[in-house]
């Protein structure tokens, strides 16, 4: 049984206040003024919904709450628009999966497709939150706002984070200049691109960050400003799509390079069933000799090799320091390990041609 603290005894009175309103059959946050934007909040849980046993500990339980509660415990959130809230899973963004991504694809495309829903704000865990915003705007058709909102301090904790980046969503998912600009994610005052954020601390409130080509905007109490749209292609320009009867995506493994790196991981991977190997090399991409002539061996066999790098920012071009051509692996470009997994499970559902995927990999 959760106890509420003194400091969450105000998140316990919206929280009342929210559930009575569910009680009596409205739905969350119901505004009166027809001039509104209708925003669809989907909530998977993490850390922003998160409670502690109490307010001394530092660790929490993620997804404690559901969607109404979060949506109830913001200040002023049904001035800013008309909302509906839907509860895909109530889960820590460690554990989310391809059976979840499909699913909360799938509820995205219902929301771009319904005439009455303007923009959507999913609520998820930080952990993987890059992950799943690049995903999104890989499979993601229409130009409604989709905006990205998580929190470093669960929802019990003193200055929570959570409410306020849940506000600068909303208002970011209804402002008409965030049509067509993809998928983004609101955190700490700043609006990142989803093809460009990645999580760089493991508490700090300002661990969002978009290391090569900067933010896409900020906010300041509410009012927000975008900066340039994207470059890369995203959501309704993508070529990517999901079969409807789709459960799992194409096996990719991800593998750290460090000194000493010897050929076992690598060779454990392919036999596995992986149909392509992600390695988050030394430097500009690079890793030990060893390492090189086993993903040599594997990509002759047809197992696509993309080489990306562990260091937190850069750009992984071919033919630098390895021979792309010679050995027929592909260059990450931009993406990190973690986002040229997903590009390559998507890649691999349409070619195994390489010089395909890396075309794929310079244009998304």
Not at 19 to 33: K, P, R, S
Not at 160 to 183: L, Q
Not at 295 to 306: D, H, I, M, R
Not at 335 to 346: D, E, V
Request: charged content about 20%; some cysteine.
């Amino acid at each position: 049984m959760l106890t509420i603290t003194r400091s969450s005894a105000r998140f316990a009175t919206l929280t009342r206040r929210v559930l009575m309103t569910c009680i009596l059959g409205g739905v969350a946050a119901v505004h009166a003024a027809t001039d509104l934007p209708m925003v669809r909040v989907i909530a998977t849980g993490g850390t922003i919904a998160g409670a502690q046993a109490s307010a001394q500990d530092y660790g929490y339980k993620s997804g404690a709450y559901d969607v109404n509660t979060l949506i109830g415990a913001v200040p002023n959130l049904d001035k800013l628009a008309e909302i509906t809230g839907e509860q895909v899973v109530n889960i820590g963004s460690q554990d989310m999966s391809d059976e979840v991504w499909l699913k909360l694809a799938k509820s995205v495309a219902a929301a771009q497709a319904d005439k009455n829903v303007d923009a959507v704000v999913i609520m998820h865990g930080t952990d993987t939150l890059e992950e799943t915003s690049y995903f999104l705007s890989l499979v993601t058709q229409g130009t409604k706002p989709v905006v990205m909102v998580g929190s470093m301090r669960p929802a019990t904790a003193i200055s929570a984070d959570g409410p306020m980046n849940i506000y600068n969503g909303v208002v970011v998912a209804g402002m008409p200049e965030a049509r067509g600009h993809g998928v983004m994610a609101m955190m700490n005052d700043d609006l990142h691109y989803a093809t460009e954020i990645t999580k760089t601390n493991t508490t700090h409130l300002n661990t969002m960050h978009s290391p090569n080509r900067g933010r896409a905007g900020t906010c300041d109490t509410g009012k927000c400003t975008l900066f340039s749209p994207p470059a890369q292609r995203h959501t309704g320009g993508s070529e990517f799509r999901l079969a409807s009867d789709l459960t799992a995506l194409p096996n990719v493994a991800i593998i750290y390079a460090h000194a000493n790196m010897d050929e076992t991981l690598i060779n454990a991977a392919a036999t596995s069933g992986a149909r392509g190997i992600v390695i988050a090399g030394v430097g500009d991409g690079n890793m030990t000799q060893p390492a090189l002539d086993a993903l040599t061996a594997l990509a002759a066999k047809g197992v696509v090799v993309v080489r990306s790098t562990r260091v937190g920012s850069g750009i992984v071009k071919r033919n630098v320091e390895v021979d792309d051509d010679k050995l027929g692996f592909v260059a990450s470009m931009e993406k990190n390990p973690q986002k040229a997994r997903i590009l390559l499970q998507l890649a691999l559902m349409n070619t195994q041609d390489v010089k395909e995927i890396q075309r794929m990999f310079d244009e998304y």
